[in-house]
């Protein structure tokens, strides 16, 4: 279909919803696609909800990517963008700003310990692809291990580092140096471990066993989302970052965590890692920093590397870095994150969620596991719960998934979800009454689930 040719003098507030829909699909080249299929055009989005062009509400029930925070469109941001706007909207990285320095000052202390510095990124992947190459100039060694449950990013050496089925693409032509482990995966890998104590000293050998086989003193960096996010919600057994820890500590290995998803309160605090007893060496960061509002990410790093880079030049560049209207949306977003007391909400509503999530379970007999981090939350579906075979096999095109995902939607619960794992992570500022209107879509789908696949 061609576009009708009027439409390049049509400004974008004249435009129907059917029009953006049919310009989308001629012209933008979307993400993770096949393209020129249509895309739902968006009118509008506030708190908790978005509304397409003809009136219908979604509830957000996954904070878009995992990344809108705080609901959207929240005027103190919007109002510090626009201050913000009018005053200087950028100044190159050489420059100090005062936004960027405050936010950085920031940053350092919600991330405690001995976090120093901050380089910030565009977004998540380059915060990765930059870590990944302070690691590399810091240690003098080349390899980079992540988890095959994990996904760090599109740019080369992040899809690299990412174990999930989309880093296939970016292995065309290769880049040097990565490694996979088996990172723990409790409910799918159903090892016969009577304690937990027992199942991480397990998974802690064969993660030490794999490093003495790459060469302890080859490996840069140790790469971990703290919570696994896209590939499913899942968190580390007990001990076992603390092990990884240890490891990287043996051996000079720098750990790295990768807070993109599971920091800015998700799991209920700052950040995940600060939930068990160790630091890493340097935290990735993007999405929740500015609530999506403006594109941000970034490196913390802790002060041996931040001293590292005093008396070595740090070789890293983006013309971007400390973006001025994203490092002010950055210092609202986090402004917002302690006026209004989200990690108690998130500790209030993440109960409520849970014990609902744990009810569905019990009822449906789709549902083989459910996991719950503070808001940060997946259901698992299966097709047997005895055996634990999962309703679609994995890394296998299917159309029941998203065919799952558009019964939610359609009934106005907006989610996605990867494999067979329903992502369910509302904004930090869902009320009690926002939550418990939106819940039973997800009992009367799941029903539907049992009657049709089951
Ligand atoms: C844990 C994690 N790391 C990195 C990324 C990449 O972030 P971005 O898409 O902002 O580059 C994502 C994106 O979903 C993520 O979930």
Partial sequence: ????????????????????????????????????QAAMAVE??????????????????????????????????????????????????S??????????????????????????????????????????????????????????????????????????????????????????????????????????AFYLKQLGEQIQYEGPYNVAAILLETVIGANGIIAYPKGYLEGVRNLCNSYGIVMICDEVMAGFYRTGTAFAFQQYGFTPDMITFAKGVTSGYVPLGGVIVSEWISEYFTENQLQCGLTYSGHTLACAAGLATLEVYEDENIAAN??????????????????????????????????????DKETREPLVPFNTPNRIMPAIYKELKDRGFSTFGRETTISVCPPLTITEAELAEVLPILDEVLTLVDATYL
């Avoid at 310009?23 to 080249?29: A, C």
């Avoid at 609902?356 to 596991?369: F, I, R, S």
Wanted: glycine share 8%; proline share 3%; charged share 20%.
């Fill in 95 to 200: 420059y100090a700003t005062d936004v960027k320095s405050l936010l950085a000052k920031k940053l350092v202390e919600l991330a405690g310990g001995d976090m120093a510095r901050v380089f910030f990124t565009n977004a998540g992947a380059d915060a990765n692809e930059n870590a990944i190459k302070m690691a590399r100039i810091a240690t003098g060694r080349t390899k980079v291990f992540s988890g095959y449950h994990s996904y760090h990013g599109a740019t080369l050496a992040a899809s690299n580092a990412s174990g999930d089925s989309r880093r296939f693409a970016a292995e065309i032509g290769g880049a040097s140096g990565f490694v996979k482990f088996s990172n723990p995966s409790p409910y799918r890998d159903n090892l016969p471990f009577e304690t937990e104590e027992a199942l991480t």
């Fill in 1 to 36: 279909m061609t576009v009708n040719a009027t439409w390049t003098t049509t400004t974008a507030t004249t435009l129907t919803g059917g029009e953006v829909i049919a310009m989308d699909q001629q012209y933008v080249m979307r993400a993770w696609s096949k393209q020129g």
């Fill in 346 to 383: 998130v500790e209030k509503i993440g109960v409520l969620l849970k014990d609902y999530l744990e009810e569905m379970k019990a009822k449906h007999p789709c549902v083989g596991d459910v996991r719950t981090y503070g808001l940060f939350c997946g259901v698992e579906l299966v097709l």
């Fill in 44 to 93: 509008k989005a506030e708190g908790i909800y978005f509304w397409d062009y003809d009136g219908n509400r979604y509830v957000d029930m996954s904070s878009l990517l995992v990344n809108a925070n705080i609901g959207h469109q929240h005027p103190k941001v919007v109002k510090a963008i626009q201050e913000q706007a009018e005053k200087m909207c950028f100044m190159a990285p």
